[in-house]
Nanobody
């Protein structure tokens, strides 16, 4: 069993930065890949970024490439999403989630565990 808790969301102006954290509990966390997803009002949940269990592989949505960086510290059971050059269209609730198979990293319905989400609002 893995429990995930996101933090670090907030209100920021366009062009600003935020760092989201995903704190996990559970002895098997290190064996899971972790993804970040976001969901804006009236839209489907979409993939943002993912990192493999050891941190050697990362994957990004086109919208995140060059602006967002995902990292993890398994010693602290925490995954981070550094978001730079934020845009109003990045406004959404951001979720972290854990999945056993790296091959499924972009598929939200294949993830095993989810956090409760953290709101990110980018003003223009």
């Amino acid at each position: 069993q893995v429990q995930l808790v996101e933090s670090g969301g907030g209100l920021v102006q366009a062009g600003g930065s935020l760092r989201l954290s995903c704190a996990a509990s559970g002895r098997t966390f290190g064996s899971y890949a972790v993804g970040w997803f976001r969901q804006a009002p009236g839209k489907e949940r979409e993939f943002v970024a993912a990192i493999s269990w050891g941190g050697s592989s990362t994957s990004y949505a086109d919208s995140a490439k060059g602006r967002f960086t995902i990292s993890r510290d398994n010693a602290k059971n925490t995954v981070y999403l550094q978001m730079n050059s934020l845009k109003p269209e990045d406004t959404a609730v951001y979720y972290c989630a854990a999945v056993e198979s790296w091959a499924l990293r972009t598929m939200p319905d294949r993830y095993d565990y989810w956090g409760q989400g953290t709101q990110v609002t980018v003003s223009s």
